[in-house]
């Protein structure tokens, strides 16, 4: 058991991150196999309400690529991509949106409720939060976010909810869109100016060189994660999460933090604490 | 092409239906076939919106059993029924939360925003909205209305948000449980103290024996209706809707009215011209 | 009768006017032989209140020519006139200012309440909303309005109530002038910026040569409204209406109808449906 | 020239009276010949003025008996009485309601400007502020008030502007009635429950008996006021004025005060030094 | 150092804690050597503010012994005692509150203004917050808390202030009273329905006997406490301090709780871990 | 004892001057023999108190030299002056804050509670009001306003509270600063743009000669007191106010009055009356 001396100590320690992060906006990206663990998940929700409880607005952005496959599988529907990216013809946006909006988001409402908070479950179609158009003809449903409509967050987080987003958008004309959930978060943290977007992983960070498992980078800067991209080193999971990054610190989000998932209360260390863990990324 | 000076007088008609609603909650439950025809939908959601625009806060609630059956017919799910409930086993109810909060709600929620208006679609377990009991162990995750906490609405109402709710609650660990929908929106225009409850159906309304189609029923006392209950002159179909308003009544509400769905702005004949279509009841 | 489903599409169709106008404030100049029968003056109030039940922010604007002329000569007082413009010594302005500020405009927001409505009656005096200067010395106490004080709308507004006003201002002692009432609700309009100004007449609208009868013209260019004034096309009766609107386009006022004050619900018809009757005159 | 040492003193003096006044209404009836007076007019409504911003809510309510005699004569109507009361048929009424609403209030509202004020004008019929019932068949059209909407008061009041409120009341089909100017002061003072109702008289107060001019008294309970009615020591014109000073304190008025309008400042030198002047009545 | 992992979960486990204080009240007496050596000073401030940051509301009470008497004897005035109750003539009135309302209340604001919050310092006589009558004759200027009026402490909290108030009263004339800190903080939190009072000792808690160090007690009823001053087991600095809770639990504060203030971090270790340290008495 | 008509007029004409003033902020810096006396202080409270009620926002500042030196004359610690300054170190700066936050403040907001007002005491240490930078070695803690944190100002005036602030200053360590009350009046008034900084003195306002007792200067421009000061004309200890009142209209301030402390009602005549006595500094 811990010594009572030390809890108060790091309790004493957050106060000056408690004072600088009040009222600010943080986008969380949740996802990835500490999703499906039923305790880091409830870790992960208790900590994002922690961080409302001291006056953070948060925001949980999530997708749910195993829930969905796992449907279409059932459905006996071929999983199909091109370039990573899921075919998504209409049978499969529907399967798509049920997996996301209608199980994974409400599972997630549902972990926060228990813990002793209000959240309110939200796809792209509510309140057209999330208008994508169509990357190509060829991937059918998959989208790419063109407008973020806010006023559906305000309304949510003045009322003292935590909105739990999942990654499906609305095209023009009010139908299903498929998008990438960091794309998504990213573009809802650069919409709202968030302070802060975290993108949960299942390693620890971004590694300087993919093939070299003790590269961690703790602090990246924008070229330097540019370059990555450029020269390879960036692997190809990591890619499109150092894109995302990069256009929110390009819309003025003031960083962009990679932790692992499933390291027990890494959203609280990395944001309450002098041990930065994980990956930090600013302009 | 309808005379201008018709249209004038049928607006001017409507002032004193609007000065009485002004400010009042409306609960709608929407369903049916008039649900699945798309002219139908659009015709309905724009009704709900012309409410809204004048004063009335519109609650809008769903069920939605031919697509959960679609979808469990194509995985392979057998339904089974008890006195007309669906069992529904936790396979089931994940089938079943995916239809409706996943599919049906969220296009509800499209075709609103679509018309200009502004949607958030909820499921009971969004802000512990809908907490429900287990009928029976036989009928597994099927439950009983217990509890409604009307915050979210009240936090969409006053946003300007309409209401878009399916019959999905969550039980007391936060996992899913399948509710009627009929029951759902009583419990809620029960628990907001609603001026009406409106109930979509397939037919024009309460008949006064099920056996003859001439005999519609156009207002319908509290008492009247139990009898109907009573003496199996309600037919099977339209006794738990019957029963379901008279919960409401009893729980407060002004007037429940039993309209047909697929009859074009029934909704607004209803309630804003002298020519009161389908049937009400009042306590 | 109206059949139940034309009424319903009727009210359905008002969805898209009533969105557009929704928050926008209307000046409406009421007047003319409809101001004098009393089924038209039910009609126009009642069509006023129900543009304030959806969200509209309707001034109410009048003279009342026919009742002064009717004091004047019951006290034998001669009329006399320069250029159509009512010479207005003291003694004429003691009787204008009663018969408009005291039996006009209280006989208006009397209609208004009983309708179950709420209006405050005001003059260019109250709140010193209308502050006028003189036209010329010969005119007497004739002016033009100068400046607009609009304080007391917005109380009035916000407060829920219809402002009614009287064609009658301040001087800069405070003393009573008489304007015209076209132009009184033309300088409203204009420093309020309201979406709409809408001129009562006694004719179906403007007409594109005086002497044609059936020459109404439905959508009326400014340009083409100064080139009307100036060949001469326009009535005299006219060219002050026409000057007013002019004068509100050009502040800003989104636009400007003139409609028949005696064609039941004109109002409501020309705002909420397809149908526009009368003349709409934009920038 | 006064002593500036003498001036600081005075206005020092008056701090307990503001604090004990600050947030109260009060009801101010203004009448009699200091209202035809100019000079009187003026100081009157900067009295009142400066009431409203040491923090009072003061409403002003007048008649004016001799601008209607006027404006009859003119109109070669013949005035007849019967026990003291106007009988009031449709012309009469129509007369009254232009030289009260129409001349008197506005000749008000438009002093209260040019001192630098806000002031609405309203009659009984503004927002049904008053509403009466007749009092015989034989009088027409002269009632009692029966009932007072005060919404319209707290509207001006709130949006910071004083209402000047003549007596003319609406009946319940919005008819206008002719109503004792005294007894609406009174009837508004009882609705609002006012700390104070202040009666401007042509005299210095109330006198103990009407033939002794010394007999002014300061003090009057409200049993010495009935004695006096009873007992005929009341003039005819006082009597009246007791009643509405009764009506009042019964409904809960914290004081009524009796005080001469030609006396300069009467007002202020009652309410804010220890000189009470006139007879003040309470409960 | 601690490892991160610890440090998150300790953060983790302060939810339901934050929960279920969020908007209470906490009124803190802080005191004794604690408040002389800068480092626990640095401590506490920092701690209080934490309890803001998380929505509780604090107040601090302050007295100051020490810092009175270190002033007494430079002056030269002898410090004369009567039941261990410091006899207060006028002079040693003036230093009393020059010490506590000018130093010692002043270092603590600056304390927490230098950790990043924002405190105002208030004594008794700032809103007549505390108004205290005399004891005796013979103790002079020292009383006993009858009256608090809370609305300065309402407006402080209210603005985001962390209120710091020192034990000096007023009596009814507005003059300086010397009053027990204990007892004001109890006083104050009484009337403000405190959640919780917290009393900072140079002890552990309460000792179950005085004689034995290792009798202390972790939970205590009011009605053993009130045993424990009879039977004399409360030793002699204490009893005041129960006396004073005493009277806080009766007034309907939620507990009150003994600490060391030597102890770091006591009072976040009390209220937000599983590890009570110190004594809870409830009613 | 003062005629009723002659107190009526007098309260009349503070008419336009309490439409001037409302709404805007006033900073009255009270000092000199004035404080000392209890008929001075009890008149100067309750003009300000005065001020307060009719819409104005007062702010009291003080110093308070005799206060500190009998402090320190009876503790033994001799007083150095260095060209006026009073060389204040440690020791000397405990007594200067103890004499000042803790006596002379209290015992003004004793004052105003007493006079039925509602008053907060503030060093520039509560919510670090004023900070301040050494102005030489030297000199200690005398030190020179760098900056002002108006927000603890705003909290007590919209909660209804005079603010009571003394001349303390807060160092940038948070450490007690000696700083004269002239120029903290000054600062406070330069940072809230306020309408006026009045300057109570022990004489009649500024001479223009110092050596000539009759040359009072009613109306001082900018520019004139600088070649005051650079010519001699200025009296030693006129210097620092006349600076302090050059910074004052610098910074936006609308005026700057010289006022005699002593002279009874002296604010009130001065902002109420035609008679200004005093000197007026405008830029």
Redesign the interface.
Known sequence: M?E?????????????Y??RF?GETFVIKYGGSAMRDPRHLR?VT??V??LQ???IRPILVHGGGPEIDK?LQ??GIAKRTVNGLRVTDDETM?VV???????A??AL???I????G??????G????LLVAEPISEELGRVGRVAKVNT??L???L????VPVVCS?A?DH????MNVNADSAAAAIAGALHAAKLVLMLDTDGVLGDKEAPASLISRLGADQARQMIANGRASDGMIPKLEAALAAVEDGVGGVHFLNGS????L??EI??D?G?GTMMTR
């Open positions: 811990i009572a001396h030390v809890q108060g100590e790091i309790l004493n320690q957050a106060l000056p408690i004072q009040r870790l208790r900590n309400l922690l409880l001291v006056g449907w059932r459905l529907e949106e049920m997996a996301l909006a209608g199980r988001n409400k409402v549902a972990e409720q228990q813990a002793g209000q959240a309110i479950g939200l796809s179609r509510d309140g057209a006023s559906v305000a309304t949510a003045d009322g003292g909810f499906v609305s004309q009010g139908g299903a390291t027990a209360n890494s609280l260390i309450f604490t041990q863990i």
